[in-house]
């Protein structure tokens, strides 16, 4: 029997983890998949580290990043390279995921191929095209391409259902990041950098910042990095720890504030596994991450989300998440509820996790062997 060719395609960490667990899940079919996987490298060091843990070997590595490159430098790159690998293996399904640069480019060259496309976390949407920027009109246009949409909640099919996509068309699978999550955190591991060493015996509250997204380049990260440095001096027993953003524009806005502040930690991004084992020491999260907010309530860490949007309700709804905004008054505010509130806190961290119970890839393998033949 002849195998399908499914072509999976990613570029960024949050990619990477989320779809790893689908390259394994399709390699355990090896019998009915021929599986190719392709990287753009849009992150470089962030991507090769998740590579490395889930044991994944790209066929083709774009290799595309430069420093500061521009939307449309990634997209012309990622599609002129797209082009070339879809006319060499022909085939029969293209995977991307969620919302990025390289999902939108690598997406339409797939299109223009007149190849399937499968979206895996499709019909995410805040219905503002500037929050998220760029990711927003990235996942809208996606799923306009896509034949086959992968939503990890009823939420997400109901959004693709409202734009005319057709019902057949649409499977809720829960959300693969779950898959990775679970995984992960059951891997042995102890902190060895410098930074951290010893943070797991330091018997204190700790939490866990991470701020990088474009909308917030700028002002914003300077209301984020003054409103932590406050947090800090208001709460001196707590430990808060933020590895940055690699991005220079990301460093310029955080380092000047907070780099000398003692119980404030800035380290270099963390390794996927390290950063499962962080999220699940922490005592909750401020970000303005997408994944976070799937990842931490799995583990009972509520969550306060430093932007003016979510594309991810459902963890409101659910009681797990809570939007904070930008300015430094509000986080400084609802931090301390949190932290001042023991009710308030167990609200939150017992809430129920919305995305999924860990078997996303496997529900998704097996839609694609139905569907493929």
Not at 251 to 274: G, K, M
Not at 291 to 303: D, Y
Request: proline share 5%.
């Amino acid at each position: 029997m002849l195998k399908l060719k499914v072509i999976t395609v990613f570029g960024t960490r949050p990619e990477a983890i989320k779809m790893a667990p689908v390259v394994k899940e399709l390699e355990k079919n090896s019998d009915t998949f021929d599986t190719v996987v392709v990287v753009t490298a849009q992150h470089r060091e962030l991507l090769d580290q998740v590579l490395e843990l889930f044991d994944i070997q790209p066929d083709y590595d774009m290799n595309i990043m430069q420093e500061r490159q521009s939307l449309a430098e990634i997209t012309t790159r990622v599609m002129t390279k797209m082009e070339e690998i879809l006319k060499k293996e022909s085939p029969q399904i293209v995977l991307v995921h969620g919302d990025t640069t390289t999902t939108l480019a690598a997406s339409l060259a797939t299109f223009y191929q007149k190849t399937l496309i499968g979206h895996v976390e499709a019909g995410l949407r805040t219905r503002d095209k500037y929050n998220p920027f760029p990711e927003e009109i990235n996942r809208k246009l996606t799923d306009d391409l896509s034949d086959l949409l992968f939503a990890p909640t009823e939420m997400a099919k109901n959004a693709l259902l409202e734009e005319g996509a057709n019902d057949e068309n649409i499977f809720v699978t829960g959300n693969t990041v779950i898959d990775a999550l679970l995984h992960t955190v059951n891997i042995p591991f102890e902190f060895s950098s410098t930074e951290l060493k010893g943070i797991e015996s330091s018997n204190k509250r700790i939490i866990l910042v991470t701020a990088h997204r474009r909308e917030n380049w700028g002002k914003n990260l300077h209301e984020i990095a003054t409103a932590i440095k406050e947090l800090s001096q208001k709460y001196s027993d707590i430990i808060f720890v933020f590895p940055v953003h690699p991005n220079p524009v990301v460093r310029e806005a955080v380092s000047p504030t907070l780099q000398d502040v003692e119980n404030v930690i800035l380290t270099e991004p963390l390794e996927y596994l390290p950063f499962c084992h962080l999220i699940k020491l922490s005592y909750l999260i401020l970000t303005d991450s997408g994944g976070i907010q799937e990842e931490a309530p799995s583990l009972g860490k509520p969550v306060l989300v430093m932007r003016e949007k979510t594309e991810r309700p459902e963890g409101i709804m659910a009681g797990t998440v809570k939007l904070v905004g930008t300015r430094k008054e509000k986080i400084v505010e609802k931090v301390s509820m949190l932290l001042d509130s023991k009710e308030l806190y167990e609200k939150m961290s017992k809430a129920s996790n919305p995305y999924g119970d860990g078997k996303a890839s496997f529900r998704i393998v097996k839609i694609l062997k139905s569907y493929l033949a």
